[in-house]
T-cell receptor
Framework: ELKVEQNPLFLSMQEGKNYTIYCNYS?????LYWYRQDPGKSLESLFV?????AVKQEGRLMASLDTKARLSTLHITAAVHDLSATYFC????????????FGKGTRLSVIA | DSGVTQTPKHLITATGQRVTLRCSPR?????VYWYQQSLDQGLQFLIQ???????AKGNILERFSAQQFPDLHSELNLSSLELGDSALYFC????????????FGPGTRLTVL
């Protein structure tokens, strides 16, 4: 059974600082997704990572994937208040029709 | 705006009742997914339909059922509602291409009193 673990689950960081959120998963996968959710809102797709070594960047967020280590990271550079949200990673299982399995999410709070 | 629409936005009902949640996928997407999000269980996959047929099933209770119609919209039916069914219910759709990214609708917040 595919399990996805994120850490930390809660993160309070100062504006301007850098930090990394980690996403570990338990079985082979070739697709990993990062989503953002604001309180009471829907999930917004941030990145999809399809191969080992894939790196995607958008603004102050950069995501990477190491399929051998079964690890993805979401790196935040010079955090700003607007990045405050919950970030989820989701992993698709190895066979064709397996659904996405989501981590519990990392609640990020950026403070001045 | 993801292009996925869901109605209603909010639903308040009593235990034992039955409700129907509706979802319209993005134009051209054949797959529809239903998820339940609650504080204690997190985001749980319920069921997937592809072009009218059930493709994958997750932690969906027997009291819940879904279908996808020829125009590709989908409905999630929840019956014999219990207090614990109170949650946010999301629908997502995808184009089933290489990236297969799921795009989420705005959700329906269900409150069972």
């Amino acid at each position: 059974e595919l399990k996805v673990e994120q850490n930390p689950l809660f993160l309070s960081m100062q504006e301007g600082k850098n930090y990394t959120i980690y996403c570990n998963y338990s079985t082979t996968s070739d697709r990993l997704y990062w989503y953002r959710q604001d309180p009471g809102k829907s999930l917004e797709s941030l990145f999809v990572l399809l191969s080992n070594g894939a790196v995607k960047q958008e603004g102050r967020l950069m995501a990477s994937l190491d399929t051998k280590a079964r690890l993805s990271t979401l790196h935040i550079t010079a955090a700003v208040h607007d990045l405050s949200a919950t970030y989820f990673c989701a992993v698709k299982g190895p066979s064709g029709n397996t659904p996405l399995v989501f981590g519990k999410g990392t609640r990020l709070s950026v403070i001045a | 705006d993801s292009g996925v629409t869901q109605t209603p936005k909010h639903l308040i009902t009593a235990t034992g009742q039955r409700v129907t949640l509706r979802c319209s996928p993005r134009s051209g997407d054949l797959s529809v997914y239903w998820y339940q999000q609650s504080l204690d269980q997190g985001l749980q996959f319920l069921i997937q339909y592809y072009n009218g047929e059930e493709r994958a099933k997750g932690n969906i209770l027997e009291r819940f059922s879904a279908q996808q119609f020829p125009d590709l919209h989908s409905e999630l039916n929840l019956s014999s509602l219990e207090l614990g069914d109170s949650a946010l219910y999301f629908c997502a759709s995808s184009d089933d291409r290489a990236a297969d990214t799921q795009y989420f609708g705005p959700g329906t917040r269900l409150t069972v009193l």
